[in-house]
């Protein structure tokens, strides 16, 4: 879902977590739950890894 919208959209925020479809996953509070304090450095290396 991430790659799909970063595709879309050319990047992902923390706050597009809060928006579907990744509400229904847990949104923004679940991907930190699942990476805590580097979820920030997760978002971003996927905006490069996945754009270029």
Do not use: C, Q
């Not at 509400?23 to 450095?41: H, V, W």
């Amino acid at each position: 879902m991430i790659k799909d919208h970063i595709a879309s959209s050319l990047s992902i925020l923390p706050e597009d977590l809060d928006l579907t479809p990744f509400d229904r996953k847990g949104g923004l509070l679940g991907f930190y739950e699942a990476f805590r304090e580097r979820y920030e450095e997760i978002l971003e290396e996927m905006n490069i890894g996945l754009v270029a």
